[in-house]
Nanobody, 127 residues
Framework: QVQLVESGGGLVQPGGSLRLSCTAS????????IGWFRQAPGKEREGVGV??????????MYRDSVKGRFTISRDNNKNTTYLQMNSLKPEDTAVYYC??????????????????WGQGTQVTVSS
C-alpha cells in the first residue's frame, strides 16, 4: 500500500525557514518522482506545483514564485524527500502536500501527473 506522510510544518515568522519532509512507504522511491503542491486557505489546490524532483534527483524544477527560496532534495535510502523553505512570506501560507508518480526520468509540476498523495502539513507564515 503506497503511503506518503508529510511533516515539518508549523508557524514561522516572515523571513523564517522550515524544512518539510515527505516519507514514503509501501514502495521503493528510486523509480518515482516527487512533487510538492500547496493549497492556500479558502482557495483550491494550486494546479501548478511548488517544486518537483526526479527519481534520480538529477532533475528538479520550481515555480517562479519560490525560485531561489525553496530547495527540493531527496534521500532514496531513507525513502524521504525534503523541501527546504527559506525567506518565507505570508503568501506561502498553505497546506503543503507531497505527491508521487512512477517516472524513471524527469518530474512534473502538474498535479494530474501524480498518482499518490499525502495528507498534507500546514505551513503558516505570520508575525
Amino acid at each position: 500500500q503506497v503511503q506518503l506522510v508529510e511533516s515539518g510544518g508549523g508557524l514561522v515568522q516572515p523571513g523564517g525557514s522550515l524544512r518539510l519532509s515527505c516519507t514514503a512507504s509501501g514502495f521503493t522511491m528510486d523509480s518515482y518522482s516527487i512533487g510538492w503542491f500547496r493549497q492556500a486557505p479558502g482557495k483550491e489546490r494550486e494546479g501548478v506545483g511548488v517544486a518537483c524532483i526526479s527519481a534520480s534527483a538529477r532533475t528538479s524544477m520550481y515555480r517562479d514564485s519560490v525560485k531561489g527560496r525553496f530547495t527540493i532534495s531527496r534521500d532514496n535510502n531513507k525513502n524521504t524527500t525534503y523541501l527546504q523553505m527559506n525567506s518565507l512570506k505570508p503568501e506561502d501560507t498553505a497546506v503543503y502536500y507531497c505527491a508521487t508518480a512512477r517516472a524513471p526520468l524527469g518530474c512534473s509540476l502538474v498535479w494530474h501527473d501524480y498518482d499518490y498523495w499525502g495528507q498534507g502539513t500546514q505551513v503558516t507564515v505570520s508575525s
